[in-house]
């Protein structure tokens, strides 16, 4: 039996007279949980990028939301997502990031499996000597996949299966961003990090969406890119953020710049777009790079921030791009005390959610009224099912 946890009325009222998510969503380990199969599950959320399993035969172990998974790129230069546990006794198969050599074998009994998921072997399972037996059908016994769509180099996976396929899902922002529709390089070592936060996962989604906090937490980004040149960005049920007319490129100290991507239209010369993808990836879209931010939660009140830049051209200059990363890690890192401190907020007991500038929050309304929904949706589900 299901238990209404919260009372989500006035998150999806109009903007001018709703509330914020309640006090329990961001710091209640019970609704954490409830979140984890309403939202994170049933959703195209965010899991790593294809660039850390870069050549064939290259495998890393993830844990997301507590579930041991196994990305893999197989002999076909296919990459995905398998439960990294053997299908005999539920053992780890995959303890680090590796190249897999001929099979992944689990370390426990030996059973070993192709990078494609199949199981292949299974040393003296009928006994000394017997390497089958009647009753282990290997055709029904293959590694369980996840559902993985792969699309801006971002790894998305939709662990219920419930979900649209990912294309009719996010269709409005595909099309939306049709002009990059172009190969992605990723910059390697020195174009990725992560940052360790102490704040719900939701915070620092409703932190991207907006630009209302430009001139406060960002005065260097603000002095040229300043709040009235930005616009919001919403499309209900599916992603919101913000964008910019005026973006300037990183220059050299001789003047030398990034190659654009190929084709871009001449909005893009001076213009800027980030957007929330929900539940959990922020991406940046610029003429001449892009970046993923993928938001693992840990717990009601931990998250770990995957930051990933990329470039329209595998070569990059080393200089250039270490100083790009440079930028846009001093500018996350200006975030967090603003979502610490409104996660230590949310302890706070006649807290009520909040409330909505009508003119300036409409993107971070915007996601609060597709978590309530996804959340409510769920219930009805449970409730049906009793």
């Not at 599950?41 to 870069?54: E, H, I």
Request: net charge negative; charged share 25%; with cysteine.
């Amino acid at each position: 039996m299901t238990t209404k946890i919260t009372d989500l009325s006035a998150v999806r009222r109009p903007i001018e007279s709703a509330q914020g998510l309640p006090n329990p969503h961001y710091i209640d380990p019970d609704v954490f949980e409830e979140e984890k199969k309403a939202v994170l599950f049933s959703s195209w959320a965010g899991l790593a990028v294809s660039a850390d399993v870069p050549e064939i035969g290259d495998a890393k172990p993830i844990e997301f939301l507590g579930m041991p998974l196994l990305l893999v790129r197989d002999t076909s230069g296919q990459v995905r997502v398998f439960q990294n546990i053997c299908r005999h006794r539920g053992m780890i198969l995959v303890e680090e990031a590796r190249k897999i050599e001929g099979a992944i074998r689990c370390p426990y009994h030996s059973w070993c499996y192709g990078t494609d998921g199949r199981l292949v072997s299974t040393p003296h399972v009928g006994g000394p000597g017997h390497n089958r037996h009647d009753s282990i059908d290997r055709n029904l016994l293959g590694l369980l996949e996840v559902r993985s769509h792969i699309w801006r180099d971002v790894i998305w996976i939709n662990i219920d299966g419930t979900a649209l396929p990912f294309e009719e899902e996010n269709a409005e922002l595909i099309a939306r961003w049709a002009e990059f529709d172009k190969p992605l390089f990723h910059g390697g070592a020195d174009s990725a990090f992560d940052l360790e936060v102490n704040c719900n996962w939701k915070l620092a989604v409703e932190n991207y969406c907006e630009s209302y906090h430009l001139p406060w937490v960002h005065p260097g980004l603000n002095s040229y890119s300043r709040l009235e040149d930005h616009y919001h960005i919403e499309q209900p049920d599916a992603f919101s953020g913000q964008g910019t007319h005026v973006y300037r490129q990183l220059k050299g100290a001789n003047g030398q710049v990034f190659e654009d991507f190929e084709g871009v239209g001449e909005k893009w010369d001076e213009a800027a777009e980030y957007i929330s993808v929900y539940p959990n990836v922020l991406l940046g879209a610029h003429r001449d790079h892009a970046y993923a931010i993928l938001l693992i939660p840990e717990n009601e009140g931990r998250t770990v921030e995957r930051v990933h830049i990329y470039y329209a051209t595998p070569e990059t200059d080393d200089d250039l791009r270490v100083t790009n990363t440079k930028q846009w890690k001093e500018v996350f890192e200006e975030d967090i005390f603003v979502v610490e401190g409104m996660q230590k907020g949310r302890y706070a007991p006649h807290f009520d959610g909040g409330r909505f500038s009508a003119v300036m929050d409409n993107p971070t309304h915007c996601f609060h009224a597709w978590v309530a929904g996804k959340i409510q949706a769920h219930r009805a589900l449970d409730q049906a099912a009793e």
